[in-house]
């Protein structure tokens, strides 16, 4: 199967897992859908640890099973898990300015390019 019929169904999945998420939080708090983006990203972060735990173990395994878990499911999920293995990994390889660099960029950049986009849209309507 190529691979990116691979991360495409595992990206559609995450996606649908993500929806169903933020449905239930819906219903308990109705209010306070910035909960389920919360619970997400932590549920997510917390799963590409154990993935990428289990992948270093079995040096073997498939690159398919990889893409499928990793970057399609995942990745549908939240991408915020990705950048918590990558922030993580330079940390770990000691890249300790490279992580902050890469985390404050990512978190302020991220803030900067969305208020960006709302304003240049609200703005133009």
């Avoid at 990203?41 to 079995?58: E, P, Q, S």
């Avoid at 940390?91 to 991220?110: E, K, N, P, R, S």
């Amino acid at each position: 199967m190529s691979d990116l019929v691979v991360v495409a169904l595992g990206g559609a999945l995450g996606s649908v897992l993500r929806y169903f998420v933020g449905l239930a939080v819906a219903t308990i708090w109705p209010t306070q859908l910035h909960i389920a983006t919360l619970f997400v990203n932590i549920v997510g972060c917390f799963l590409i640890g154990c993935v990428f735990a289990w992948f270093i173990g079995r040096p073997g395994a498939s690159e398919v099973l990889k893409l499928l878990l990793m970057t399609g499911l995942l990745g549908g999920f939240t991408t915020f898990s990705t950048f918590s293995l990558d922030a993580l990994r330079m940390l770990i390889d000691g890249q300790f300015m490279h992580a902050l660099f890469y985390m404050g960029v990512t978190l302020f950049g991220g803030l900067l390019a969305t208020g960006l986009g709302l304003a240049l849209v609200k703005f133009s309507l």
